[in-house]
């Protein structure tokens, strides 16, 4: 979501208070570390993205070799239009593309031949729309031998995980069939009976969709089996995983339609009153339309964040640490009239601020959570990531071209932070650089005292020294690569979230770039 620039020199991120009464709600960021910043759809294969396979034991197996102790990820949900992961069909799904179909040959459930039409996608970029043909037939047809046969699979019983996770999956497993059965349409574009969940749960199609129904809920059964075993590998290797949340959810959702009483939707057409975004800013004059809706929080704080709450829950029991997209939002949002053509006229809402902060500490009261907090800061804002005591986001893109004051600048750094040479929205180091006005690059050399033809390691060793707790650093940087292997550009809705990297490119960074990254690890007490 937004990573605009700072327009002020304003130091935003200043050291916690002390815990205590009065103190922060969270203190947990205290000791160093550095990992690496890589969806799964990146990793490579043959299955026409990254998927929980052996590449994903191997990236692993690197961050062990490293010295690292962190896997930061995008969000794990099923993406829709546009492919991103801020945008899923449910904020407690998770992604059918990452299944490793190859895994289920053994048990008899596919072919090997079934995967061949994978294998022939590009092996460089994610194909999402020959995936949307792909994958869920395959899926189906695994479903439908998986009754047949019942074989004992190696994730658990299914009958339990959908017992234990009824409580999201009855109805996205049902939102999903209906919007294969209504080609695509959105939720509010359906019968008027099925726009109403509890109508819909009641209707005669609920039992003409039950074989649908049972293949969406298999593919979850599968998903979350294969991430329970990496997350294992994870955790033999030393490694943890930092997962994502985003603050909204997308308005074509499961989420939505099941609980429209928790978002500002008209009770008459279900479509947003207001949808979320930002304004103008580094990244766009338009600003970012982003097209969520915007929730109402008065019904969320009667039930004591209940949602929310379970919503979180789920987010740590496939993660070690989660980080919160778009955290300003939590005090203000910018609340864009529907419909809209961009985010330019809008106003400030307030969030629900302190409080949910509250209800997650009372909950969870050892979650270890970051704070994306880039952006132009109000005081507010500052006051509440402070109250919260959660680590905030430097980019140390963001550094160049102004005064030593610049709060993304390493000497500037509080150590209760998070730095990154550029996150999944920017463009690569090497990229950035060629492209940065020669102020900024004259800038780089003269702070880091380096002649710029390395640009992208330079940037690893300055966040590596960096006081902030915690580094991390996108693989596309750790290659060296430059802007062709952007993973995302902010308000360009098409041809995002598609690089990959070859199996034999990692096999590369073996032997002296790990043993460097040991050596900073050491020098700089990560």
């Not at 961009?342 to 509250?358: C, K």
Request: proline share 8%; net charge positive.
């Amino acid at each position: 979501m937004n990573r605009s620039r700072p327009k002020s020199a304003a130091p935003l991120l200043a050291a916690p208070k002390p815990p205590g009464e009065g103190g922060p709600l969270f203190h947990w960021l205290q000791a160093r570390g550095a990992g690496v910043l890589l969806h799964p759809t990146a990793l490579p294969g043959d299955q026409g993205c990254g998927v929980l396979d052996r590449h994903a034991v191997r990236f692993l197996d690197f961050l062990r070799e490293a010295g690292m102790k962190y896997w930061q990820v995008c969000p794990l949900g099923p993406t829709g239009y546009g492919d991103s992961p801020y945008q899923c069909f449910s904020a407690f799904a998770g992604n059918p593309c990452l299944i490793d179909l190859a895994a289920l040959v053994p048990f008899g459930l596919l072919k090997a031949a079934d995967l061949a039409p994978l294998a022939a996608l590009p092996p460089d970029a994610t194909d999402y729309g020959a995936l949307y043909e792909l994958k869920p037939r395959l899926l189906a047809a695994a479903a439908a031998r998986y009754r047949e046969k019942t074989p004992a699979l190696p994730y658990g019983d299914f009958a339990a995980f959908c017992r234990e996770h009824a409580h999201w999956l009855d109805a996205y497993a049902y939102f999903r069939a209906l919007k294969d059965h209504f080609q695509g349409a959105a939720w509010w574009e359906w019968p008027a009976e099925l726009r109403d969940f509890n109508r819909a749960r009641k209707s005669p199609l609920r039992a003409q969709l039950a074989d649908a129904i049972a293949a969406c809920r298999f593919g979850q059964y599968l998903f979350f089996g294969q991430w329970t075993q990496l997350r294992a590998a994870a955790r033999e290797r030393g490694v943890e995983i930092i997962g994502d949340l985003p603050i909204f959810v997308a308005a074509d959702s499961a989420d939505a339609w099941a609980n429209p009483g928790l978002f500002e939707l008209d009770p008459k057409t279900l479509l947003p009153l207001a949808v979320a975004g930002v304004p103008p800013d580094y990244f766009s004059a338009d600003g970012q339309l982003w097209g969520n809706p915007l929730y109402r929080w008065s019904a969320h704080r009667a039930d004591g964040y209940a949602w929310w709450l379970a919503r979180l829950r789920a987010t740590f029991a496939v993660c070690d640490v989660v980080r919160i997209d778009h955290f300003r939002g939590f005090d203000a949002c910018w609340r864009i009239p529907f419909p809209a053509k961009n985010a330019r006229v809008g106003a400030w809402v307030p969030g629900p601020g302190l409080d949910l902060f509250r209800a997650f500490q009372r909950a969870l009261p050892q979650a270890r959570i970051i704070a994306e907090d880039l952006g132009v800061m109000t005081d507010s804002v500052v006051q509440l990531r402070d109250d919260t005591g959660l680590p905030g986001m430097l980019v140390l893109q963001f550094a160049w071209g102004g005064d030593a004051k610049n709060s993304y600048l390493p000497h500037n750094a509080a150590p209760n932070s998070v730095i990154y040479p550029g996150t999944h929205d920017n463009n690569t180091t090497a990229g950035w650089y060629q492209a940065a006005p020669e102020a900024e690059r004259d800038h780089v050399r003269r702070y880091l005292r380096v002649d710029g033809r390395d640009v992208a390691w330079d940037f690893i060793r300055a966040c590596y020294a960096c006081a902030s707790r915690l580094a991390l650093i996108p693989l596309q940087d750790v290659f060296s690569l430059g802007a062709a292997a952007r993973f995302n550009t902010p308000s360009q809705a098409q041809g995002n979230w598609r690089w990959r990297y070859r199996a034999a490119a990692l096999e590369k960074l073996s032997g002296s770039t790990t043993a460097y990254l040991r050596e900073l690890a050491t020098l700089y007490g990560r």
